[in-house]
């Protein structure tokens, strides 16, 4: 099976820089994603890391180590807007590859 | 907007009765995955379809059941609902399953 550990809440001021980390245990792995999600909102894809190193996209950045399986989301230049859940999760080895998330880091931005 | 989108979106029920969950898939996608998700907490693998078969199942009883119909869209059965089952449900589609997955809004139930 497959378990993810992350922070349960995270909190830094607009402008900032915000590193979440993600560590995992899985049986078999096809990649580390992230997704946002803010209250009463749908999850949104972020990011995804298939390999190890560093994926950048605009203010998003994340990175992944499969052989320490940990993974970190950077988010830059903080604005309110970021504040959300954020979640890691892996993808299984099943027949449906399902994503195994999990249980989120609620970050608040500060103004 | 994911092009993803779930009905109702909240419901009450009570413990012993019977729900179902809908929700239209973006276009394009031909994959539809559900997700439990308690009060802080990630969501949960419930089971994917794929081309109108379920090709994948978490660990959840057979109360819960599905179907994709040849669109696409999906529905999500609970039968005999207990306290427990109160959350929010996600239905996610994407192409081939493997892919970034686009979630809806979700319906959030509670079961009295």
């Known amino acids: 099976g497959q378990s993810l550990e992350q922070p349960s809440e995270v909190t830094a001021v607009e402008g900032a820089i915000v590193q979440i980390n993600c560590t995992y245990q899985t049986s078999g792995f096809y990649g580390l994603s992230w997704y946002q999600q803010h209250d009463g909102g749908a999850p949104t894809f972020l990011s995804y890391n298939g390999l190890d190193g560093l994926e950048e996209t605009g203010r998003f950045s994340s990175f992944l180590s499969r052989s320490d399986s940990y993974g970190y989301l950077l988010l830059q230049e903080l604005q309110m807007k970021d504040s959300a859940s954020y979640f890691c999760?892996?993808?299984?080895?099943?027949?449906?590859?399902?994503?195994?998330f999990g249980s989120g880091t609620q970050l608040t931005v500060l103004p | 907007e994911t092009g993803v989108t779930q009905s109702p979106t909240h419901l009450i029920k009570t413990r012993g009765q019977q729900v179902t969950l809908r929700c239209s898939s973006q276009s394009g996608h031909n994959t539809v995955s559900w997700y439990q998700q308690a009060l802080g907490q990630g969501p949960q693998f419930i089971f994917q379809?794929?081309?109108?078969?379920?090709?994948g199942r978490g660990n959840f009883p057979p109360r819960f059941s599905g179907l994709q119909f040849p669109n696409y869209s999906s529905e999500l059965n609970v039968n005999a609902l207990e306290l427990d089952d109160s959350a929010l449900y996600l239905c996610?589609?994407?192409?081939?399953?493997?892919?970034?997955?686009?979630f809806g809004e979700g319906s959030r139930l509670t079961v009295l």
């Open positions: 996610a589609s994407s192409f081939g399953g493997a892919g970034e997955l686009f």
């Open positions: 999760a892996v993808r299984s080895t099943g027949s449906a590859r399902q994503l195994t």
């Open positions: 379809y794929y081309r109108e078969e379920e090709n």
